[in-house]
């Protein structure tokens, strides 16, 4: 284990590939870091360290901030710039004293950083929550059990074109992203799918008339549930092969492969048991 630092509601612990970040539970603590837990941030996914002097309130406080590369971390991808400094999951604060030790804490940190740091990741090197998720907004109760979406419509909250098209599920294979707006954003803050293709419905411009998006309100969608939710979609999405891009099946095979490949864009089957049956079907070939 390597040197420790203790700031306003949180502990960065600085090991030989990585930082440890424990967030402490509190009524102070910002409620999304409380959602957190705790997060190890590999060295890998930064690409800087600032520190620098904040003068306000009632004393000066010296501020740590590690900077994410881009496309590490799906939960600043997600975020898209939206989140409050004081939520900033990569931000430290500390008393003004102890400056030197947010020095020499950040001097570690640059000299373990390598090069292409300055690139965008080619894939997420950060964990976020793992599903299976719910997430209550306004007008729906949206899940995801890891190969897909649901939206189950509130009868009270939903509009009438969501209520009449009924309860909605997107398998991942047919999505392509995901777009989160902050419920603390002027306006009212969503969660919208974007398939791969459009479907009736689909793709609305207005949140609380698209299939495929669940509105937030007041106590509903806060970032600390909304924000890991579009993460841990957005992370899966990313980890998933395409069937587009599997290997062609030989041509006797093309009958009992394309079948399975629907059923796998469908969403009835997982990563592991599309593999299995697909290599199955070549080993008996």
């Given at each position: 284990m390597g040197d420790v630092l203790?700031?306003?509601?949180?502990?960065?612990?600085?090991?030989?590939d990585s930082v440890l970040i424990r967030f402490?539970?509190?009524?102070?603590?910002?409620?999304?870091w409380n959602a957190l837990g705790e997060r190890r941030i590999p060295l890998e996914a930064l690409t800087g360290v600032s520190v620098e002097v904040s003068a306000g309130g009632r004393r000066d406080a010296v501020v740590l901030r590690a900077v994410p590369r881009p496309g590490a971390d799906p939960l600043m991808e997600a975020?898209?710039?939206?989140?409050?400094?004081?939520?900033?999951?990569?931000?430290?604060?500390?008393?003004?004293?102890?400056?030197?030790?947010?020095?020499?804490?950040?001097d570690a940190l640059r000299g373990r950083i390598g090069p292409g740091a300055d690139e965008p990741a080619d894939r997420f090197l950060v964990?976020?929550?793992?599903?299976p998720l719910q997430l209550k907004a306004y007008d729906a109760r949206v899940g995801f059990d890891g190969s897909a979406v649901t939206f189950h419509w509130s009868r009270t909250g939903?509009?009438?074109t969501k209520w009449r098209s009924?309860?909605?599920?997107?398998?991942?294979?047919s999505l392509s992203g995901v777009e989160w707006v902050s419920p603390e954003r002027p306006g009212a803050g969503y969660l919208r799918?974007?398939?791969?293709?459009?479907?009736?419905?689909?793709?609305?411009?207005?949140?609380?008339h698209d299939l495929a998006a669940a509105v937030f309100g007041v106590g509903y969608g806060a970032v600390h549930e909304s924000l890991p939710f579009a993460a841990a979609v957005l992370a899966a999405l990313r980890a998933r092969t395409p069937v587009a891009s599997l290997p062609r099946a030989r041509s006797g095979e093309d009958g009992r492969?394309?079948?399975?490949?629907?059923?796998?864009?469908?969403?009835?089957?997982?990563?592991?048991?599309y593999a299995a049956l697909r290599d199955r079907l070549a080993a008996d070939a």
């Open positions: 203790a700031g306003n509601h949180a502990v960065w612990e600085f090991d030989s402490a539970r509190g009524m102070r603590t910002p409620r999304l975020a898209a710039g939206q989140l409050k400094e004081s939520c900033d999951p990569y931000r430290l604060t500390l008393p003004a004293d102890r400056a030197d030790a947010a020095e020499a804490f950040a964990e976020v929550p793992q599903p939903a509009s009438s009924g309860d909605q599920r997107f398998a991942l294979t799918l974007l398939p791969r293709e459009g479907a009736p419905g689909v793709g609305d411009p207005r949140a609380d492969l394309q079948h399975l490949g629907e059923l796998y864009g469908a969403g009835l089957l997982t990563d592991s048991e």
